[in-house]
C-alpha cells in the first residue's frame, strides 16, 4: 500500500515538473528571464543592496488581467498586460524609440521605486538593454492579443493634488471599509496604520495641532504621491470615495489613539 502512495507521489511530480518546464520554455528564455527580473527587488542581484528600496515590479503592477481574475489586491499600477501595444507612457513623456528602451515605462519606475532616485533625477533608459528587452519580451508573452485596461493617464500638477486632497478631506467616509481598503492596498509599505515599512507609519501618538490639515495632507498623498516613495494611486484605482473612506479609517486610528 505504501509503495502505491509513494509511486503514485512520483508520478504526480514527475508530470508537474515536465508541465512546469513545457511552460517556462513556452515561455522562451528571454520572457522568463524578463519574469524573474519581474517579482526580484535585486534584479538579479544586479541592484546595489546600498539602494535597493526593497520594492519589486510585482508590487506595484500584476502580471495578469486583473479585471478578468481579480486577486483582491489593489495594486498602485495598472497590469502590465497590453504594455507593448500602448506605443508611449507616463502621459505621452516616454515614446518612439525610447518606448521599448525604457521597458514601456518600467525603466522610470526601475530607477525611482527600486533604487529611490528622484523623480527629477530618473533616466527612464538607464535600465540595462537586456533587462528592457527582457521584461518587454515577458510583457509580449503574457499580453497576446489583449490590449489591458484602458485608462486615461492623469499628471496632476501640484494645486491639482491639493485641491483634490481639500476635496476629498470634507467628503463623509466610512473607515470600516477604509480598514479594508488599506488590507488591500496600503499594507505592502505600511504594515498597519500605526507601524513602519518600507513606507513610514502614519498614525502617531501625539494628535497634531490641526487634524483637519492632517487629513488633507493625507488624501492628497494617497491621490498625487509623496516626496519619495509613495506611489499616487489614479482616480480609476481608488476613487474619491475609497479616499475618503481609508482617511476616515486613519483619523479614527489617530483619534482613538493619539493624545
Ligand atoms: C511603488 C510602486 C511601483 C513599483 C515598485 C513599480 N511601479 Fe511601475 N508604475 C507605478 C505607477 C504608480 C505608475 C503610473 C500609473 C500607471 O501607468 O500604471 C507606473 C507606471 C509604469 C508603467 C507605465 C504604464 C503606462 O502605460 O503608463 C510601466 C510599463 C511600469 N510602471 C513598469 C514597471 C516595472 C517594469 C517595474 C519594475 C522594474 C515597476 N513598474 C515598478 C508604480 C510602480
Ligand atoms: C511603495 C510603498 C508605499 C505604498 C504601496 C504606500 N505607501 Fe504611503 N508612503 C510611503 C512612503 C515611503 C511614505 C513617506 C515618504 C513619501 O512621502 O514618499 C509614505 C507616506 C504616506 C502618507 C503621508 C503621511 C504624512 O504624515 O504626511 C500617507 C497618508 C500614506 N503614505 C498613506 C498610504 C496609503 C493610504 C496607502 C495605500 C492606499 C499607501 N500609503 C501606500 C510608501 C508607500
Given amino acids: 500500500m505504501r509503495k502505491v502512495v509513494s509511486l503514485s507521489i512520483c508520478v504526480i511530480m514527475l508530470i508537474a515538473a515536465l ?43 500584476a502580471d495578469f488581467d486583473e479585471a478578468a481574475k481579480p486577486d483582491g489586491l489593489i495594486r ?59 521584461l518587454m519580451a515577458y510583457f509580449e508573452a503574457i499580453s497576446g492579443d489583449n490590449k489591458g485596461p484602458e485608462f486615461k493617464m492623469e499628471m496632476l500638477d ?15 467616509g466610512d473607515a470600516e471599509k477604509g480598514w479594508k481598503l488599506f488590507g488591500r492596498a496600503c499594507v505592502v509599505c505600511h504594515p498597519t496604520a500605526k507601524k513602519s515599512g518600507i513606507g513610514i507609519r502614519i498614525v502617531g501618538t501625539r494628535l497634531p495641532r490641526d487634524i483637519d490639515k ?17 506611489p ?16 476616515t479609517f486613519l483619523r479614527e486610528q489617530l483619534e482613538s489613539s493619539a493624545r
Fill in 19 to 61: 508541465v512546469y518546464f513545457t511552460q517556462a520554455q513556452q515561455l522562451g528564455d528571454k520572457a522568463q528571464l524578463g519574469r524573474e527580473l519581474f517579482h526580484d527587488p535585486t534584479f538579479k542581484g544586479t541592484i546595489s543592496p546600498k539602494v535597493a528600496t526593497g520594492l519589486s515590479c510585482a508590487d506595484c503592477h
Fill in 76 to 134: 498602485a499600477g495598472h497590469s502590465m498586460i497590453g504594455v507593448p501595444q500602448r506605443g508611449s507612457a507616463k502621459g505621452g513623456m516616454i515614446s518612439g524609440a525610447n518606448f521599448a528602451r525604457a521597458a514601456g515605462g518600467g525603466g522610470f519606475c526601475y530607477e525611482h521605486f527600486l533604487q529611490k532616485v528622484r523623480p527629477d533625477k530618473v533616466n527612464p533608459t538607464a535600465i540595462p538593454a537586456e533587462h528592457a528587452e527582457a
Fill in 158 to 172: 501640484d494645486d491639482a493634488k491639493t485641491a483634490a486632497g481639500e476635496k476629498i478631506a470634507v467628503m463623509p
Fill in 214 to 230: 492632517t487629513v488633507v495632507r493625507w488624501a492628497k498623498t494617497i491621490r498625487g504621491g509623496g516626496s519619495t516613495l509613495m
Fill in 232 to 247: 499616487f494611486y489614479a482616480s480609476d484605482i481608488l476613487s474619491d470615495q475609497d479616499i475618503a473612506d481609508i482617511v
